[in-house]
T-cell receptor
Framework: DAEITQSPRHKITETGRQVTLACHQTWNHNNMFWYRQDLGHGLRLIHYSYGVQDTNKGEVSDGYSVSRSNTEDLPLTLESAASSQTSVYFC?????????????FGPGTRLTVT | EDKVVQSPLSLVVHEGDTVTLNCSYEVTNFRSLLWYKQEKKAPTFLFMLTSSGIEKKSGRLSSILDKKELSSILNITATQTGDSAIYLCAVQGGSEKLVFGKGTKLTVNP
């Protein structure tokens, strides 16, 4: 069955370190998204991609970057982790551009920055 | 700027009660409104409402889109403890992005 996976599921890191969270989907979806979820804020969009070599900033992109070298993967990198980036991170994907399709979410990565 | 507001933010009911969750939105070039249920893990899709499909029903859950009032409601009848979750409303405008509300935390007590 097609799915979307994230790794690691839990991560503890120190302030200032570079961290990469992986997202892999086997739906063959063009669109992929990264969100963070914090109490009181709901889901906020960090970065998104509409296809290979395409990346775009979301509403909370500062301190994060993504790259899309193939259809299946959209890794999220925290360049220099900060305590404010402690959060639960969700990756999601959806089908073709120009249509209304639901986004499918990965299981999430809980990141703690100490 | 696209915006989604959900109310109430939290709700506590007893098993068997009927609940109504609200979602209002401001979005450019509305395309769809989606409801998700989130338990202690990833959000799972419930419904999508569009201009051509303004009412959806699945078992005890139903949802209606009011394009005139720029809002939607999610109804849950005969609630069960398994309905306890955060319910998220999201709106899609002219792009592929979804804008999410902060969610309604529903607690159903036995």
């Amino acid at each position: 069955d097609a799915e979307i996976t994230q790794s690691p599921r839990h991560k503890i890191t120190e302030t200032g370190r570079q961290v990469t969270l992986a997202c892999h989907q086997t739906w063959n979806h063009n669109n992929m998204f990264w969100y963070r979820q914090d109490l009181g804020h709901g889901l906020r969009l960090i970065h998104y991609s509409y296809g290979v070599q395409d990346t775009n900033k979301g509403e909370v992109s500062d301190g994060y970057s993504v790259s899309r070298s193939n259809t299946e993967d959209l890794p999220l990198t925290l360049e220099s982790a900060a305590s404010s980036q402690t959060s639960v991170y969700f990756c999601a994907s959806s089908e073709f551009p120009g249509s209304s399709y639901e986004q499918y979410f990965g299981p999430g990565t809980r990141l703690t920055v100490t | 700027e696209d915006k989604v507001v959900q109310s109430p933010l939290s709700l506590v009911v007893h098993e068997g009660d009927t609940v109504t969750l609200n979602c209002s939105y401001e979005v450019t070039n509305f395309r769809s409104l989606l409801w998700y249920k989130q338990e202690k893990k990833a959000p799972t899709f419930l419904f999508m409402l569009t201009s051509s499909g303004i009412e959806k029903k699945s078992g005890r859950l139903s949802s209606i889109l009011d394009k005139k009032e720029l809002s939607s409601i999610l109804n849950i009848t005969a609630t069960q403890t398994g309905d306890s979750a955060i319910y998220l409303c999201a709106v899609q405008g002219g792009s592929e992005k979804l804008v999410f509300g902060k969610g309604t935390k529903l607690t159903v007590n036995p």
